[in-house]
């Protein structure tokens, strides 16, 4: 019988040399006169550790990692396709063994890097297109209702009642009615979206599709961001396999509902993640932001009732659907229901994707799934919620991951993305960073973002200067204010969360008093 | 020296993918999409016949083209280089591997190296944070890279394309 060998195909295992290492096993193996079987799977969201090899073995898959090309004769050596040998230096011994990914609750991620993302066999064989077929038995109604009992809320940032926001698309008139599914990942330190688009596809196909059952409509869009070629290969794949299979297309599983989809590629505008600039795009124009109301749930795409959704929203869809909305809903606090998909990221010695309830501290998050930064050096402090998130010193780093525990601190989870940076940082170049970002990414509609994230580089420049700082930190203050509260969007609306973050926490960066000087 | 076999007729490929994008607002992203694969860029003198296709201004298409990073209006250098720039990146030591890739290439962020082949641009996010410091160069993506395998994986891509041009 032949072994069975994983090398995953992610782009995160691709970037680390994933295709040479498969093609070094096969050669190896072709060399020996040995019979193994080459699965490319997804990534499992143990990046540290990609690419990360797995044989497949009576006691369960045993891993190998980070595997480079040039170890693979040495592991052949080893034995490690007998599974006989764990004694090599890369050895990990079974995967689902490693406490990183024992300890968490996979219920949106729980197929990645176990199956072969294309393989649809495999995907239903793994508990896939059950939410969709329980769908289908129930009305319109029924499906909002459960996914509202479910307690899940937009996971792009904004948190939205994902069952409201259906609702109000099913109870708008109109029989053109569209999904929108908001794939421009452009926050750093956040890849959740990628690792499902290409580790395991058809579960958003599925969501969207349910999606499409509740409110009434029959066409999709996934909007995907040009960054993420791999992802836009892979979503294409899976909507070819699932419409000639039947689970998309005309009367999709003979039911008398149709839905189809459509990938549409963005073009590296940052501002395009915001919803009306994404929609703006995918009608062919600039991605300038739009004054709401109207709610693109009543005046969406072309004009239409609309749902737009994360892609984590829309992936999450399919086991709330399947195991039931208490199912979901049972994991969590407060108010932030089900699991939250953390991607720990940047200077951090085991970055991945760690998918939990909703309630786990920030320091158990760095420090036991982390285990520190990658430097050695200690962290300074942590960005979460992308760049237009609050940086967090250590003293808040016992805050729950939880939407309103970080509203309180005057911070965002946002898309769940944690960026670490250890003592070298310089706060004050970041908070820079941040204006400048604006400054680039603006889509220039609204004033406060157009022409203060310009402003703002230029303060802070005086201030890292040294010219009149005091005097320019009262400016840069005076300055955020109008963008937080004169802004359109969150793109200049939240710039200053960065910036204040990182001046009120770490004023000496800004050549300012510290805190304990202050009170000296 | 970088010679092409056959130069293409950009507006014979225009008039092609005219035919196959239909005329509705929504498929211009397509269609520039389409034509820079094609062609490496947008030719300026395509602006006209792509607004008359969409019943659009030509000022609506300049528009679209010039507010998205993507679209370039003049022909790329045979190999693009893009660092990522963003805070994940940065942290682990973006600056540093920026700083090395202006020293060997000779040329600052939006430049091009001495001899014209590779352009350095920067990138903000990959969606490889947890595997920082990246870049793409054309096509293919990178994780990790330190200053050595940046001079690498440099090294192999002009050779292979050096010995494409011969």
Redesign the interface.
């Known amino acids: 019988m032949s072994t069975r060998i994983y090398v995953p195909c992610d782009?995160?295992a691709?970037?680390?040399g994933a295709d040479a290492v498969a093609a070094r096993i096969a050669a190896e193996a072709a060399r020996r006169g040995l019979d193994i079987e080459i699965v490319r799977n997804g990534t499992r969201g143990l990046?540290?550790l990609?690419p990360l090899v797995e044989v497949d073995t009576p006691q369960g898959r045993i891993g190998f990692g980070p595997v480079e090309a040039a170890d693979v004769a040495g592991l052949f050596e080893a034995g490690f396709h007998d599974s006989v040998d764990g004694n090599h230096a890369l050895a990990l011994g079974l995967v689902e063994q490693i406490p990183y990914l024992a300890r968490q609750q996979r219920l949106t991620f729980a197929r990645a890097g176990i199956t072969d993302p294309l393989s649809l066999d495999d995907y239903e064989a793994h508990g896939g297109y059950r939410g969709l077929r329980n769908a289908l038995l129930k009305t319109p109604e029924e499906i909002v209702a459960t996914v509202t009992a479910s307690g899940l809320r937009g996971r792009g940032g904004a948190a939205f009642p994902t069952g409201i926001k259906w609702n109000t698309v099913r109870k708008a008139p109109g029989t053109e009615k569209y999904i929108v599914c908001n794939a421009d990942?452009?926050?750093?330190?956040?890849?959740a979206?990628?690792i499902v688009m290409e580790s395991d596809p058809y579960v958003l196909i599925e969501g969207m599709t349910i999606a499409g059952i509740a409110v009434g409509a029959t066409r999709g869009y996934i909007y995907v961001r040009?960054?993420?070629?791999?992802s836009i290969r892979q979503l294409e794949a899976a909507i070819a396999t699932a419409t000639q299979r039947g689970y998309l297309g005309r009367s999709l599983l003979s039911s008398g509902r149709s839905f189809e989809l459509e990938v549409?590629?963005?073009?590296?505008?940052?501002i395009c993640g915001e919803e009306t600039a994404l929609l703006e795009?995918?009608?062919?124009?600039?991605?300038i932001v739009r004054a709401k109301p109207p709610l693109p749930a009543l005046a969406g795409l072309?004009g239409k009732p609309t749902v737009i959704n994360n892609v984590l929203s829309l992936a999450t869809v399919p086991i709330i659907l399947d195991k039931g909305a208490q199912y979901y809903q049972d994991y969590g606090m407060g108010r932030s229901r089900g699991t939250l998909p953390i991607?720990?990221?940047?200077?951090?010695k085991h970055?991945?994707l760690i998918e939990l309830a909703f309630g786990v501290t920030l320091r158990e998050i760095l420090v036991e799934y982390g285990g520190g930064s990658?430097s050695g050096r200690p962290i300074k402090a942590v960005?979460v919620g992308g760049?237009l998130g609050a940086y967090l010193p250590e003293s808040q780093w016992d805050t729950p991951l939880d939407y309103e525990a970080f509203a309180s601190l005057w911070a965002v989870l946002g898309h769940g993305?944690i960026?670490?940076?250890?003592d070298s940082?310089d706060m004050a170049k970041?908070a820079r960073?941040a204006m400048e970002?604006c400054a680039?990414?603006s889509c220039g509609k609204c004033t406060p973002c157009r022409i203060g994230s310009t402003r703002g580089v230029e303060v802070i420049d005086k201030i890292r200067a040294g010219a009149q700082p005091a005097q320019q930190v009262v400016l840069l203050r005076d300055l955020c204010d109008t963008m937080l509260y004169g802004s359109l969007c969150a793109m200049g609306g939240m710039t200053p969360y960065p910036v204040l973050s990182a001046l009120n926490h770490f004023p000496e960066d800004f050549g300012q008093p510290s805190a304990g000087e202050r009170a000296a | 020296m970088h010679t092409q076999p056959s130069a293409p007729d950009p507006d014979a490929i225009l008039d092609d993918l005219c035919a196959r994008h239909g005329t509705?607002?929504?498929?211009?992203?397509?269609l520039?999409?389409a034509l820079q694969e094609r062609l490496g860029y947008v030719p300026p003198h395509l602006v006209q016949p792509i607004a008359q296709h969409?019943n659009l201004s030509r000022a609506?298409v300049h528009?679209?083209i010039t507010?998205?990073?993507?679209?370039r209006s003049a022909a790329p250098a045979r190999c693009v280089v893009k660092l990522c720039r963003?805070?994940?990146?940065?942290?682990?030591g973006g600056d540093r591997l920026l700083a090395h890739a202006q020293q060997a290439l000779g040329c600052g962020l939006h430049g091009r190296s001495a001899d014209g082949g590779v352009a350095l641009e920067p990138?903000?996010?990959?969606?490889?944070?947890?595997?920082?410091p990246?870049m793409t160069v054309d096509?293919q993506?990178?994780?990790?890279v330190t200053p050595a395998r940046f001079d690498a994986v440099l090294a192999d891509v002009t050779h292979v394309q050096t010995a494409e041009a011969v």
């Open positions: 782009s995160a691709l970037a680390v990046l540290w990609e990942e452009g926050d750093s330190g956040t890849f979206d990628r040009s960054e993420y070629p791999h549409r590629k963005g073009a590296g505008a940052y795009s995918l009608e062919g124009k600039r991605g072309f991607q720990l990221a940047g200077n951090i970055g991945g990658a960005q760049p993305g960026v670490v940076h250890d940082a970041l960073y970002f680039v990414e | 509705r607002q929504d498929q211009l992203l397509p520039l999409h969409f609506e528009g679209v507010f998205y990073h993507d679209f963003a805070e994940a990146c940065q942290s682990m990138v903000y996010c990959l969606g490889l944070c947890a595997s920082a990246t096509d993506v990178f994780a990790r």
